[in-house]
């Protein structure tokens, strides 16, 4: 298993810094967030270290989002985000791959989004697919 001696959430799964930890597999753990946005908010992480999900092997993704169900459960949020940021312009603060699970119980508790839709149409998107298939 890769880590980093330098990352804050290689730290938490050396137990090194403390966390309040709900679950733990082989390859993740799953703790409350010590700035949440709303009660409950949990942030996941493999136990493998690599800054952006692209990076990370696929046999360390093996529970991530199965854990996201049990914590979205355990906590027994109705209605909630599961959020997951690569890269500072998408507002990751902690350089390695973590996911949010954060309750919404309110309008104005948890995750609030201004989603910005860009204009497009059935070419322009033709275009991108064709494009992106070529990758």
Known sequence: MASNPACLFCRIVKREIPSKVLFETEHS?????????????????????????HELPDAEMIDLLPTAKKVAQAIGCKE?????????????????????VIPKPSADEGLVMDWKVKETNSDQLEALRKRYLKL
């Not at 409350?32 to 999900?53: C, E, M, N, R, Y």
């Open 29 to 53: 753990l799953a703790f409350l967030d010590i700035g949440p946005l709303s009660d409950g908010h949990t942030v996941i992480i493999p136990k493998h270290h690599a800054q952006f999900l």
């Open 80 to 100: 909630y985000n599961i959020l997951q940021n690569n890269g500072r312009l998408a507002h990751q603060a902690v350089d390695h791959v973590h996911f949010h």
